[in-house]
C-alpha cells in the first residue's frame, strides 16, 4: 500500500505563508484525486483541497483564494501552498486520496498565532 508522508508545517504569525508537501512511497497516479486534509483538536478531519489528475482543484470555501494545491505525479508528490494564513487554520494537515482506504500518515502541524 502507498504511504504518505507529510512535512513543511511549523509556527507563523497571522498572514503568513507555508508550503506543505507529501511524498508517496509508490505511484499517485492511481489515484485521480489527492486531498489535503486538516484536524484540529476537538474536531472532525476535514477536506480543505483536492486535486484531479488533470489539474482541476477544489477547495474548502474557508481557505478559497488563500490555499492552492497542486500534485507532481512524475516524483509522487502533492504540494499545499498556504498564504494569508489565519489562527483558525492551525491544525494538523494530512494527505490521503478521499475514499480510496490508504492509511493515514503522521500529518505535520501547522501553528499560526495572531
Known amino acids: 500500500q502507498v504511504q504518505l508522508v507529510e512535512s513543511g508545517g511549523g509556527s507563523v504569525q497571522a498572514g503568513g505563508s507555508l508550503r506543505l508537501s507529501c511524498s508517496a512511497s509508490?505511484?499517485?497516479?492511481?489515484?485521480?484525486?489527492m486531498g489535503w486534509f486538516r484536524q484540529a483538536p476537538g474536531n472532525l478531519r476535514e477536506l480543505v483541497a483536492a486535486?484531479?489528475?488533470?489539474?482541476?482543484?477544489h477547495y474548502a470555501e474557508v481557505v478559497k483564494g488563500r490555499f492552492t494545491i497542486s500534485r507532481d505525479n512524475t516524483k509522487n508528490m502533492i504540494y499545499l501552498q498556504m498564504n494569508s494564513l489565519k489562527p483558525e487554520d492551525t491544525s494538523v494537515y494530512y494527505c490521503?486520496?478521499?475514499?480510496?482506504?490508504?492509511?493515514w500518515g503522521q500529518g505535520t502541524q501547522v501553528t499560526v498565532s495572531s
Open positions: 486535486v484531479t489528475n488533470d489539474g482541476g482543484a
Open positions: 509508490g505511484s499517485i497516479a492511481g489515484f485521480n484525486v
Open positions: 490521503n486520496a478521499p475514499g480510496m482506504g490508504l492509511s
